[in-house]
């Protein structure tokens, strides 16, 4: 019986050695943005932004109180060879193990987009840490580290700032939102171009993200700007909940999107690709409208419809044309769809499909459908 | 220069440990003889195999000589 | 041995928790990419026909594990010879899935532990879950195996945000050749695998249930498998199936806002765990049959002591262990799996087994 207890004695203690991977809060620090530039010499700088747990106000009162000495945010950068080198290589600088789980934002530079993101990203992908869910967005105009050190005055963390910038206009059409694993996903996926969401800095306060990075094999190739973007949206079928202003003669009219379905195909035509079919289905409301006619006719509602549908188009056909003439690159994912219903010419054409999709002829029908008027049917004005 | 790998030594020490006492009982319970037998080839070569890993030393194991068997006989490439 | 028995339910999640094993974190067939499916269908069709297989030799031998149909059948000298290199397998079997468990858990949640210690600390539970008897093995997946699938549902519906329902397409992209290798492979690891419970099988208190009990099991982890294909191809698309190492996990921590990793490791140390277990008992098992020792505990804890260590000698990295579950098992596996059941099945249609004299 004796060593029956010395036995579970001793086989206990082991347990209670089992976790090597035990790590405390206080020794880790907490990363909630990370940016990843190169510079003139192809090193690669990396910057993260660090929180401070114990500096960041509780509530917006306490702000000029006691935890005011020390920053709650501070952001650092290093050079190094790969992301990997100048992540460890920081150490350096920075006090405690950085902990990437808690990641937010990444941001990426446009150097280091020029030159290739397909295989500069492995560390992301392969350290157990990466937080998959990360919002990626590319600077323009600006390095990732001057955007990570703005002192946003709308949050403490200007990465959770960052991160509702770009909640709210993915929402709205204008950015879009990709998370890291999608970029993994359409690194790897050849029928497909990427896209990652744009971000510009305003001022020392603000930044702006509205826009979209059009890469072509992996590099940055140039920029949709907002109204391309949900064109291209559209399309992609990831559009929220956008508003579509538009004027006609004597009026200016704003409709709220309220669903939006697009479906993209090609038409073969003897083995061959021989136009583009982009379908989209809307449903919007009338959020605002400005104007001296009444709205009471069905036939008015029909008249905006088909305002709203020829606006739509007109986006999508810009951002095709962008993407077509401008930067040859299938962004919107027609290649999938050759790539699932016509598996054997995609496997003759995969490599030029890029040159292929370019010279398409696109056939855009949308289809839009206005619900409601909001809560008055007829315009603000005097009654004459 | 041997490589040794601590944490390998402690799992040999203690199945080892696990396994005496085992075999403690069953001498002690007068088990037959083939048992015994049977029962010291298998611990003893664990335990040549644990310590031999623990201090780097890594025989070629069962499953890259199969590999190797099934290559020589050309059924994988 | 004729004493203890297990429920035809107990049985039933004995046998899905095995086979759903470690194929949870080696993704069932994802080499075959968009294919998949066809895949696990062809090995789905092939594990019925292996697992009726082994059924109907129980049947036919009624109340005698594997190592004593072996002596029947073979007589005593190859039927011995056989029986060992079966022992062999077993314990082999049961090093792989305690290494593909360590490899998993150290890529993904302990990359600073040593993996001999997880490993090591885990086996110390399954000696224990060996050592209490069929029966308890029994109860345990009664009460564990159910969470698996209800896991995998959760974890599944909850992730599915983005509705592409023809991400399995295009059919048979490149031709039918990776198709039935990947279903082949899928056919030894986990469906041939199922030959440890021949020595389980006399265990069963309704024989005459069996086949509908194996071929039911083996059912639902087709349906399984399934699901979870078709889960990661709709999620992760299939360019990016066969980058990961561990398809479902990957998949696990998609979830925004909540870690769900854990859950996949909780699934993971269910079925993993009640495929060695099954492993190490048919081998304990068939040793002491084969030496005659009067309780099969005897050779528990050595067992298990060596294939730890077998755990840790097999690979050398997670290359070989992949290879190994990817090339080298299928063929290794052929003997085991196929043909020394098949001539078993033979010559017990030619012969029927008398009953046996200690059961009279």
């Known amino acids: 019986m004796k060593t029956n207890k010395l036995a579970i004695i001793f086989v206990l203690s082991i347990l209670l050695a089992g976790c090597w991977d035990n790590t405390d809060l206080t020794d880790i620090n907490i990363v909630t943005a990370l940016g990843i530039d190169k510079d003139e010499d192809g090193k690669i700088i990396v910057t993260v932004q660090v929180v401070e747990p114990a500096a960041v106000p509780l509530t917006s009162s306490s702000n000029g109180g006691g935890a005011g000495q020390t920053k709650p945010v501070s952001v650092k950068s290093y050079k190094g060879e790969t992301i990997y080198d100048a992540l460890i290589s920081m150490k350096s600088i920075v006090d405690k193990r950085l902990f990437l789980s808690t990641v937010q934002v990444l941001v990426l530079g446009e150097r280091f987009c020029k030159d290739g993101i397909n295989d500069a990203l492995d560390y992301l992908h392969r350290n157990n840490q990466a937080e998959y869910?990360?919002?990626?967005?590319?600077?323009?105009?600006?390095?990732?580290?001057?955007?990570?050190?703005?002192?946003?005055?709308?949050?403490?963390?200007?990465?959770?700032?960052?991160?509702?910038?770009?909640?709210?206009?993915?929402?709205?059409?204008?950015?879009?939102?990709?998370?890291?694993?999608?970029?993994?996903?359409?690194?790897?996926?050849?029928?497909?171009?990427?896209?990652?969401?744009?971000?510009?800095?305003?001022?020392?306060?603000?930044?702006?993200?509205?826009?979209?990075?059009?890469?072509?094999?992996?590099?940055?190739?140039?920029?949709?700007?907002?109204?391309?973007?949900?064109?291209?949206?559209?399309?992609?079928?990831?559009?929220?909940?956008?508003?579509?202003?538009?004027?006609?003669?004597?009026?200016?009219?704003?409709?709220?999107?309220?669903?939006?379905t697009g479906k993209k195909s090609v038409i073969f035509k003897n083995g061959e690709p021989a136009r583009l079919s982009v379908q989209i289905r809307l449903e919007g409301n009338i959020g605002e409208y400005i104007g001296k006619e009444m709205l009471s006719k069905p036939e008015d509602i029909h008249k905006i419809e088909k305002m709203l549908s020829e606006e739509v188009k007109k986006e999508i056909n810009m951002a095709l044309n962008k993407a077509q003439k401008d930067y040859s690159s299938d962004i919107f994912g027609f290649g999938e769809y050759v790539h699932k219903y016509y598996p054997k010419y995609w496997k003759k054409a995969m490599d030029e499909w890029n040159d292929v999709f370019s010279r398409l002829p696109a056939d855009i029908r949308v289809e839009a459908k206005i619900r409601h008027t909001g809560l008055i049917k007829s315009p603000m004005k005097k009654d004459e | 220069m041997i490589a040794m790998n601590y944490s390998m030594f402690i799992v040999v020490l203690l199945f080892t440990i696990l396994t005496l006492y085992d075999l403690w009982r069953f001498v002690r319970k007068k088990e037959s003889v083939k048992v015994l037998i049977v029962f010291i080839i298998i611990m003893v070569s664990s335990l040549i195999i644990g310590v031999l890993l623990a201090t780097g030393r890594r025989p070629a194991s069962p499953s890259e000589l199969i590999d190797r068997l099934l290559k020589m006989m050309g059924v994988i490439k | 041995m004729g004493k203890t028995r297990i429920s035809g339910i107990q049985l039933f999640l004995l046998i899905t928790g095995f086979l759903l094993g470690s194929r949870l974190i080696i993704s069932p067939a994802s080499e075959s990419k968009t294919d998949g499916w066809l895949s696990i269908l062809i090995a789905g069709a092939g594990g019925i026909l292996l697992v009726t297989m082994y059924a109907s030799i129980a049947l036919l031998n009624p109340s005698r594990t594997l190592v004593e149909i072996l002596r029947d059948r073979f007589g005593k000298i190859i039927g011995t010879i056989v029986a060992i290199s079966y022992i062999w397998y077993f314990t082999h079997l049961a090093g792989l899935v305690f290494r593909d468990f360590g490899s998993f858990l150290v890529t993904t949640t302990y990359p600073r532990t040593p993996m001999e210690v997880i490993i090591a600390i885990f086996a110390l539970t399954i000696i224990y879950a060996v050592?209490?008897?069929?029966?308890?093995?029994?109860?345990?997946?009664?009460?564990?195996?159910?969470?698996?699938?209800?896991?995998?549902?959760?974890?599944?519906?909850?992730?599915?945000?983005?509705?592409?329902?023809?991400?399995?397409?295009?059919?048979?992209?490149?031709?039918?050749?990776?198709?039935?290798?990947?279903?082949?492979?899928?056919?030894?690891?986990?469906?041939?695998?199922?030959?440890?419970?021949?020595?389980?099988?006399?265990?069963?208190?309704?024989?005459?249930?069996?086949?509908?009990?194996?071929?039911?099991?083996?059912?639902?982890?087709?349906?399984?498998?399934?699901?979870?294909?078709?889960?990661?191809?709709?999620?992760?698309?299939?360019?990016?199936?066969?980058?990961?190492?561990?398809?479902?996990?990957?998949?696990?921590?998609?979830?925004?806002?909540?870690?769900?990793?854990?859950?996949?490791?909780?699934?993971?140390?269910?079925?993993?765990?009640?495929?060695?277990?099954?492993?190490?008992?048919?081998?304990?098992?068939?040793l002491s049959q084969l030496i005659g020792a009067k309780d099969y505990r005897t050779f528990t804890t050595c067992i298990v002591a060596f294939s730890v260590i077998l755990s840790i000698w097999v690979h050398e990295n997670i290359f070989e262990v992949f290879n190994w579950a990817g090339n080298t098992w299928f063929y290794y596996s052929i003997p085991f799996q196929f043909i020394i059941p098949l001539i078993l099945l033979f010559l017990s249609l030619i012969k029927k087994a008398d009953p046996k004299p200690q059961d009279l």
């Open chain 1, 133 to 260: 869910l990360a919002d990626v967005l590319v600077a323009r105009g600006t390095s990732p580290e001057q955007i990570l050190n703005i002192q946003a005055d709308m949050d403490v963390i200007s990465a959770l700032y960052i991160k509702g910038t770009v909640e709210n206009t993915a929402v709205r059409a204008k950015v879009e939102r990709k998370m890291l694993i999608e970029l993994f996903k359409e690194i790897k996926n050849k029928c497909r171009q990427i896209t990652i969401g744009q971000i510009t800095k305003l001022d020392g306060k603000t930044v702006k993200t509205e826009g979209t990075a059009v890469f072509r094999d992996g590099k940055l190739v140039g920029w949709l700007d907002q109204y391309q973007t949900r064109g291209y949206l559209f399309v992609a079928d990831k559009v929220g909940n956008p508003v579509i202003s538009f004027s006609a003669p004597e009026s200016k009219i704003s409709i709220e999107i309220i669903q939006s």
């Open chain 3, 131 to 286: 050592n209490s008897g069929i029966e308890v093995m029994g109860r345990i997946s009664e009460i564990l195996v159910p969470i698996v699938p209800v896991l995998s549902l959760i974890i599944g519906a909850s992730i599915v945000t983005t509705h592409d329902f023809t991400a399995f397409l295009p059919v048979l992209e490149n031709g039918i050749k990776p198709v039935i290798k990947a279903s082949l492979n899928l056919l030894a690891f986990p469906f041939g695998e199922a030959v440890v419970f021949l020595m389980i099988f006399p265990h069963l208190n309704k024989m005459k249930s069996l086949i509908k009990i194996t071929t039911f099991s083996t059912l639902s982890v087709i349906g399984l498998f399934l699901y979870i294909f078709f889960r990661n191809i709709i999620i992760l698309e299939s360019h990016f199936l066969d980058q990961a190492t561990f398809v479902p996990h990957l998949t696990s921590v998609l979830f925004p806002g909540l870690n769900l990793e854990p859950l996949f490791g909780v699934i993971m140390i269910i079925a993993g765990g009640i495929k060695i277990i099954s492993a190490i008992y048919a081998a304990v098992m068939g």
